[in-house]
T-cell receptor
Framework: GAVVSQHPSWVICKSGTSVKIECRSLDFQATTMFWYRQFPKQSLMLMATSNEGSKATYEQGVEKDKFLINHASLTLSTLTVTSAHPEDSSFYIC???????????????FGPGTRLTVL | AQKVTQAQTEISVVEKEDVTLDCVYETRDTTYYLFWYKQPPSGELVFLIRRNSFDEQNEISGRYSWNFQKSTSSFNFTITASQVVDSAVYFCALSENTGFQKLVFGTGTRLLVSP
């Protein structure tokens, strides 16, 4: 199956700093990428959907100025948590899909996740 | 709006017991997809199965089996002869068939299999 990587796998930062998380599709072109957030012992919540070359679509309640998403190429999307605070500590997971494939359902392939801890 | 309910927060079983994880969904779409994912302690999601709304056949894969019933909007997952390695959080999810086919996840069921 298709492989999606995330970097870093974990990060610890001080409150007020910005953190960038990368999501890469290694062996396919990801026209669409999704970013999820998972708090401890909770479910995955979709934060935003991004398409290559266009602005991301954020879910209700997600601050787009705080969570900056850039999908500049067909294999890379980045999520930047700006001015991070302890309440942003979470597990961030990306997924990628080749939306251009002409099938009835285009599979989402998930990355391994990035654990962010803000002190 | 789409919704997935996994009423069982946590289930504990002893190895070799059978266990069923329940999933009930809500959607107004006539075409949709249902999924089960496994999330071990490492955190990485493991895809288990996808079914589309037109295929109500039950499926068996080794010790895993799935029962899809549109009449009750349920997509239950059974593990036969559970093993310690089955310990994980299991998520049921639903995808619409329009737009970006976004996934909506249930709250998950934590399965603990003890020796």
């Amino acid at each position: 199956g298709a492989v999606v990587s995330q970097h870093p796998s974990w990060v610890i930062c001080k409150s007020g700093t910005s953190v960038k998380i990368e999501c890469r599709s290694l062996d396919f072109q990801a026209t669409t990428m999704f970013w999820y957030r998972q708090f401890p012992k909770q479910s995955l919540m979709l934060m935003a959907t991004s398409n290559e070359g266009s602005k991301a679509t954020y879910e209700q309640g997600v601050e787009k100025d705080k969570f900056l998403i850039n999908h500049a190429s067909l294999t890379l999307s980045t999520l930047t948590v700006t001015s991070a605070h302890p309440e942003d500590s979470s597990f961030y997971i990306c997924s990628a899909r080749d939306q251009l494939r002409r099938t009835s359902y285009n599979e989402q392939f998930f990355g391994p996740g990035t654990r962010l801890t803000v002190l | 709006a789409q919704k997935v309910t996994q009423a069982q927060t946590e289930i504990s079983v002893v190895e070799k017991e059978d266990v069923t994880l329940d999933c009930v969904y809500e959607t107004r779409d006539t075409t949709y997809y249902l999924f089960w994912y496994k999330q071990p302690p490492s955190g990485e999601l493991v895809f288990l199965i996808r079914r589309n709304s037109f295929d109500e056949q039950n499926e068996i894969s080794g010790r895993y089996s799935w029962n899809f019933q549109k009449s009750t909007s349920s997509f239950n997952f059974t593990i036969t002869a559970s093993q310690v390695v089955d310990s994980a959080v299991y998520f049921c999810a639903l995808s619409e068939n329009t737009g970006f086919q976004k996934l909506v996840f249930g709250t998950g069921t934590r399965l603990l299999v003890s020796p």
